[in-house]
């Protein structure tokens, strides 16, 4: 029986998708909710499963094509067995030839013939074959690995040039000297976030506004209970995200045109406090949303917090996780940023960046003391967030993080 495998339905803000990787191919065989393919949309990777055991007949979408919602991806054949490579009696007839030469992992002669054309060293290869056998597949993952990759003993002696390049690309490296260069296509969805940010630097009035706030009272109070907080709510741990989540709310209520959107002629103002937490993952940064997070406890916010950018690392956020929101926090602060202006998640007129702690001489009653100190940043849209505004929404934070009871108090 055929079983038609279809892209998932995608929700009104996502017009269409591209068919990002085939990890199963006509003819292989798929065991029930083995992922067969990626979707990669403007928000998040969706990945789609088999819905049953059986075999791919038939793939109607190539890799990079664009799909629309609900579209016809494979068929597949249910209950069928894929046929044995032509092949892996070979390689189960050279299992014990190979595992006679000693240290040499056992290979089929597929593998074998792409170890000795490359010159490859097999022992530094690793095998997923039954016993640790390697496979074709796992010669070519290697040889497109530039960093595990030996130098074969014909090469030039010439050190070959290191070549950075960012998580997910690989860069060949060259003899010393050689200027190497890798075009690759822009994803999908960094392309989606390329156009954002540009979109909110040509259409709001932005503007940052900073301040500083003295940690000690917090790290003093995470000093304190973090054993014990991490004890009572399961395994969740005090971290500082928490604390400017609540103390974002708090402010907001305050003053709600920083918790306002602007819809074309119109000012929407929210009166609840969704909070997107900005994540980075391999893909780019993205913005998944703490619903109703002023009604949210501590623990709440810090459990979520850790949920979601497990998540968001993992490519398992839907979509539903990442629309919405009415404000934002970033932490740069994570990867040692001292300061630094965020840019506006439109439609929203407001972001707060955390920085790095940094211990600083300050003036306290007249004497000069180390503290551990944070810049903070707000940036605004003007058209709808005065100065004063601004500056006064900050200056809350502030005060809610240096005396943190008054996050409890609400005071």
Request: aromatic share 4%; proline share 6%; hydrophobic share 45%.
């Amino acid at each position: 029986m055929a079983i038609e495998i279809k892209a998932p339905a995608f929700p009104e803000s996502v017009a269409d998708g591209e068919v990002a990787a085939w990890h199963k191919q006509e003819g292989e065989s798929v065991r029930r909710d083995e992922l067969i393919v990626e979707i990669e949309t403007d928000k998040v990777v969706m990945e789609v499963v088999a819905p049953a055991d059986g075999v791919i007949e038939k793939i109607y979408v190539a890799e990079g094509e664009t799909i629309e919602s609900e579209a016809l991806l494979a068929s597949l054949q249910e209950g069928a067995v894929a046929d044995a490579p032509a092949d892996t009696a070979q390689d189960s007839a050279a299992d014990a030839q190979d595992a006679a030469t000693g240290d040499e992992p056992a290979m089929g002669p597929a593998a074998r013939a792409l170890v000795e054309e490359h010159n490859l060293d097999p022992s530094a290869i690793s095998g997923t074959g039954k016993g640790g056998r390697l496979t074709k597949e796992d010669v070519v993952a290697f040889m497109e690995n530039p960093s595990a990759k030996p130098e074969a003993s014909s090469a030039s002696s010439a050190p070959a040039a290191s070549t950075a390049a960012p998580a997910g690309i690989e860069v060949p490296a060259g003899p010393s000297g050689e200027r190497i260069e890798k075009r690759v296509p822009m994803t999908r969805m960094r392309a989606r976030i390329a156009e954002r940010l540009l979109e909110a630097t040509q259409s709001t009035a932005m503007l940052t506004t900073f301040n500083e706030v003295n940690m000690a009272p917090v790290m003093e109070l995470r000093r304190k209970y973090k054993d014990q907080f991490e004890k009572t709510h399961n395994g969740t741990r005090l971290g500082f995200m928490g604390f400017f989540v609540k103390a974002a709310c708090e402010a907001l209520k305050r003053y709600p045109s920083v918790n306002a959107s602007i819809d074309g002629n119109d000012v929407v103002y929210h009166g609840y406090q969704d909070i997107g937490v900005a994540v980075s993952t391999e893909n780019g940064l993205v913005v998944p949303v703490l619903r109703d997070a002023d009604f949210m406890s501590l623990a709440d916010v810090e459990a979520a917090i850790v949920d979601l950018g497990t998540r968001a690392r993992d490519n398992k956020l839907s979509i539903e996780d990442m629309t919405g929101g009415t404000f934002t926090v970033t932490n740069g602060g994570v990867f040692g940023s001292l300061l630094s202006t965020p840019i506006l998640n439109p439609p929203q007129t407001g972001i707060l960046g955390m920085h790095k702690i940094q211990e600083r001489p300050m003036v306290v009653n007249g004497e000069v003391v180390v503290l551990p100190m944070m810049y903070l940043a707000l940036s605004y849209d003007h058209r709808l967030i005065d100065g004063k505004t601004a500056v006064q929404f900050l200056v809350a934070v502030k005060d809610l993080i240096e005396d943190p009871a008054r996050i409890l108090l609400q005071l």
